[in-house]
């Protein structure tokens, strides 16, 4: 079982950055890759980046490719998502989550374990 905090969320003007940072319990947090999704009101769930478990190996959504880093500190048991450059399409309720699929993956179907997210918004 693995259970995730997320925190960092906030208010941030348009061009402003954010780092969110996602706790894990339990001490298998390296044995899962990590992933980033976010859901905006009124929209599904998308995926926005994610990390394999030794954080060799990185994806992300082509909508924050070169804005966004996901990294992870397995000592830590912490994931994270520095955004810069934020949009106001950004705005949304960002969660982490973590999949046995250990090179990483895009697919929220092979995330076992979620957080309950924490807002983000941009304005303009």
């Known amino acids: 079982q693995v259970q995730l905090v997320e925190s960092g969320g906030g208010l941030v003007q348009a061009g402003g950055s954010l780092r969110l940072s996602c706790a894990a319990s339990?001490?298998?947090?390296?044995?899962?890759?990590m992933g980033w999704f976010r859901q905006a009101p009124g929209k599904e769930r998308e995926f926005v980046a994610a990390?394999?478990?030794?954080?060799?190996?990185?994806y992300y959504a082509d909508s924050v490719k070169g804005r966004f880093t996901i990294s992870r500190d397995n000592a830590k048991n912490t994931v994270y998502l520095q955004m810069n450059s934020l949009k106001p399409e950004d705005t949304a309720v960002y969660y982490c989550?973590?999949?046995?699929?250990?090179?990483?993956?895009?697919?929220?179907?092979?995330?076992?374990?979620w957080g309950q997210g924490t807002q983000v918004t941009v304005s303009s």
């Open positions: 990390i394999s478990w030794s954080g060799g190996s990185t």
């Open positions: 989550a973590a999949s046995p699929v250990v090179a990483g993956t895009a697919w929220d179907e092979e995330y076992d374990y």
């Open positions: 339990g001490r298998t947090f390296s044995s899962y890759a």
